[in-house]
């Protein structure tokens, strides 16, 4: 039997898959799916049952309250925009109160809570209608909200949902059966020309035969040989128009199962409109949400894209807008706009989120990297913005039902990432901020820029790339080469590489060469190359199916001439060109050691990570985190598994907390230094102690040879992963 422990681990890793089959049982509800309403409140009754047995008395208590307004609709009240709003923001605190497994203390549930106390007050009080259930609510005409998509109101524009041609796949099905069939007779023609080739080179074996004999017998044979060769060309001629009619087949059927997984986003768009919606009235904001645009995506890119877009919105909302006070000192308009526009192009569908808000803190990052950042005070605001989607990296200097636990931001990059997109990020402090999200239509291919650099034949997405240009001049600067480019807005100067650089065959741009001018999370940034063709669409072999691995690689596309063309992933690219140092940069990769090419293409050995935790959710998050940067990992939930788990496979790297059971993570450590053939693999400790006793530990683990100590409260995911890159690199 599993241990609470594990049920309770359980518990929170269904929750994300709960909270999400809750929310949409409810928006179907209305939109009229008079059905999904017994379902969730049932899919309610069980959360609320199984969190009051596991002692979860905030998850229960809370799944309760919700259950008490569903109750309500199903006796005959009609519902509000209010009982929306708390029903989705109940199920948004449920999956914060999951995520933040242990600590649900330091949510603040109050303001939750109250709304579903007044959503059903409002259901049950006097001047709510009684009688049959009523229809799905209406948006209020007082709402200061506009109405969310609804496909119901614009059926020129709506689609039903995509589903497979049943017709279509069974006449492909019967026309693939048609051609295995037809294989198979080849086969039986072949197999008979064989045994003739066979029987002919027996009648001519010179073998033990006088040479007129051996002459006699040929000439006898021509004839059979001639059949031969008869029967093989036929064979050869039947064989290719099958094998052209069953490629033929296959994309038909390719085509069919794509057509089926396209979705419109008015779906997606709906569900954004009603979470900020929810979100503003949890925090007491009032703000206008616009939402615009449609597009169509593939179905695996939109799961991919909505929680990227949610945690966006709600931070729109959150961290984006001010209180109404602030606003007000500030000369703004009480209400506050957030902005959601979606525009489709042929390849990509670019989706941005802007808010009339302060802007990103850049002073208060700073203060919060100080201490996991060197020189951080030296960084301008374009180069603090990838650190904003760090894990666990909050600004927030109080902790809410929406916000202040580290988690959002990171998740949009992950997802986004994934996909193959960007995110671009413009933030003017008491302005606002615009977050632009270019993702693919498609998984199953994508438009690349081609370009030839070398002896490398690389590609850069299309969505990547902001114009291409011939460099006139190259301006040395203290901060490196620079080039002007002019746009809308003036003259700026870009930072520009040689790309032959970045891949380890050395060089600097220089007049004459040819340019991408690419954006980046920040800005934009120039690669200059040999060549570059015009825009193609490419078919891709992800990073993770090859057999070796590169940083700068995302993946690779075959070419019409049997080589290949290696996918650059642009934020990396940008990251490793940016660690030539900043002063004489000329001089300094003069000197500078030859890097090797494209950093990088090594066979691929994966490395194992040992991760030793007793919290089930920080040993997931800490092997989620190491499996997404290309280890294997394997997990223990105590030192003296962890012990046995290492010898009996030794690991490149171990991550372990301190205080476990049955042996803690000083006893581990000792007993892997004791161990000849562990004596030398990389320790990283994480620990969540008091600074008396995280003291006295940190020099008993340093004479013991560990690599870094860090704190679970500050812990920076990008810290982490230049740690363990470090310590495998140094092992």
């Known amino acids: 039997m599993r241990s609470r422990a594990d049920l309770v681990a359980a518990f929170h890793r269904a929750m994300p898959d709960r909270v999400a089959q809750a929310t949409d049982l409810w928006l179907g509800f209305e939109q009229g799916q008079a059905g999904n309403l017994p379902v969730l409140r049932r899919l309610l009754h069980t959360l609320k049952g199984e969190a009051h047995m596991l002692e979860l008395a905030a998850c229960g208590d809370l799944a309760e309250l919700a259950e008490t307004v569903i109750d309500a609709v199903r006796g005959g009240a009609r519902p509000t925009q209010l009982t929306g709003d708390s029903l989705l923001g109940a199920l948004e605190a449920l999956g914060l109160l999951s995520a933040s497994a242990g600590e649900a203390a330091a949510l603040d549930l109050g303001p939750v809570q109250e709304t579903l106390r007044a959503a059903h007050a409002e259901l049950t009080g006097p001047s709510a209608p009684a009688g049959e259930p009523a229809p799905p609510p ?3 005409a007082e709402s200061a909200l506009p109405p969310r998509l609804d496909p119901a109101d614009a059926p020129d524009q709506a689609a039903p949902p995509a589903t497979l041609d049943a017709a279509a796949v069974g006449a492909l099905l019967h026309e693939m059966q048609r051609l295995h069939g037809e294989r198979e007779v080849l086969q039986r023609r072949l197999r008979e020309a064989q045994r003739m ?6 009648e001519i074996d010179p073998r033990g035969a006088a040479a007129d004999r051996v002459a006699e017998r040929i000439t006898k044979t021509l004839g059979y040989g ?6 093989l ?5 039947d064989w290719s128009s099958n094998e052209f009619a069953a490629g033929r087949a296959l994309g038909e059927l390719d085509e069919v199962v794509r057509r089926a997984s396209v979705v419109r986003t008015e779906r997606l768009l709906n569900q954004v409109s009603l979470v900020a919606r929810s979100a503003a009235r949890m925090l007491g904001k009032d703000v206008e949400v616009r939402v615009e645009g449609t597009g169509l995506l593939d179905a695996a890119v939109e799961r991919r894209l909505e929680p990227a877009l949610l945690h966006l919105v709600r931070n729109a909302v959150d961290h984006g807008i001010e209180p109404a006070d602030v606003r007000a000192r500030r000369g703004k308009p009480g209400r506050g706009a957030v902005a959601v526009t979606v525009v489709q192009t042929d390849t990509a569908v670019r989706v941005e989120v802007k808010d009339d808000g302060g802007g990103v803190d850049f002073a208060r990052l700073r203060e919060v990297l100080a201490e996991a950042v060197p020189d951080v005070a030296s960084l301008d605001d374009a180069e603090l913005i990838p650190y904003l989607f760090a894990h666990g990296l909050t600004t927030t200097r109080s902790v809410g039902a929406i916000s202040g636990r580290g988690v959002g931001l990171d998740v949009v990059a992950r997802e986004i990432g994934a996909l193959g997109g960007q995110v671009r990020v413009d933030s003017r402090p008491g302005l606002g901020t615009t977050i632009l999200l270019v993702v693919p239509k498609s998984p199953h291919g994508e438009e690349v820029v081609p370009v030839t650099c070398g002896r490398f034949r690389c590609a850069v997405p299309t969505h990547a790339v902001h114009s291409v240009m011939l460099l006139e001049e190259v301006l040395r600067t203290s901060d490196g080469p620079r080039v002007r480019l002019a746009g809308g807005s003036g003259v700026e100067l870009v930072p520009v590489y040689a790309l032959g650089a970045v891949l380890g065959d050395g060089g600097q741009p220089a007049p004459g060469d040819a340019a991408l001018v690419l954006h980046h999370a920040a800005g934009l940034f120039a690669v200059s190359v040999d060549g570059y063709e015009n825009p193609r669409l490419v078919a891709l072999v992800r990073s993770e199916e090859l057999p070796w691995s590169s940083p700068l690689v995302r993946g690779v596309a075959p070419t019409a001439d049997g080589g290949a063309m290696l996918l650059l992933d642009v934020e990396r690219v940008f990251a490793w060109a940016r660690q030539a140092p900043r002063e004489a940069p000329a ?23 040992l991760v030793v935790e007793d919290a089930p959710v920080a040993r997931e998050l800490l092997s989620g985190i190491l499996r997404a940067i290309g280890l294997r990992v394997e997990e223990a939930s105590d030192g003296r598994e962890g012990l046995a788990r290492a010898r009996a496979a030794p690991p490149d790297v171990v991550l372990t907390d301190i ?25 990283v400790v994480l620990t969540t102690q008091t600074a008396a006793t995280h003291a006295q530990n940190v020099a008993a683990l340093r004479e013991l040879g560990v690599r870094a100590v860090l704190s679970k409260q500050r812990f920076v995911e990008e810290e982490l992963r230049r740690i363990v890159a470090e310590s495998l690199g140094g092992a």
């Open 138 to 140: 209406a948006p209020a």
């Open 233 to 237: 060309g036929a064979v050869r001629a």
């Open 226 to 231: 001639a059949e031969i060769e008869r029967l």
């Open 587 to 609: 001089r300094a990769a003069a000197a500078a050691p030859k890097r090797e090419p494209l950093a990088l293409v090594v066979p691929k050995r994966e490395p194992l990570a």
């Open 659 to 683: 205080e476990m059971p049955y042996m803690n993570g000083l006893e581990m450590v000792a007993e892997l230094r004791r161990t000849p053939a562990l004596a030398r693999v990389p320790v």
């Open 197 to 202: 080739l066979r029987a002919l080179l027996v």
